[in-house]
């Protein structure tokens, strides 16, 4: 359950806690009046140990989905 509004982080963290290089495929799902809705992210490639930001928030508020 995602809330969006000025008291809630919208952040979601993505953690590649392998040695090596890590392919990560994001895909969001969600209902809006009922309906079942799939938002899929730019594959992105994470380097041993490193992280990732998502910003729902802005991608809601982008209008994208």
Do not use: C, F, K, M
């Not at 919208?10 to 938002?39: F, K, M, P, W």
Request: charged share 25%; proline share 2%.
């Amino acid at each position: 359950y995602w809330r969006v509004d000025a008291d809630h982080n919208t952040l979601l963290g993505i953690l590649n806690s392998d040695t090596e290089e890590a392919r990560v495929q994001v895909s969001l799902d969600y209902t809006v009046d009922g309906v079942q809705h799939s938002y899929e992210l730019t594959e992105r490639t994470l380097a041993p140990r490193a992280s990732d930001l998502v910003d729902i928030g802005a991608i809601i508020a982008s209008g994208e989905h």
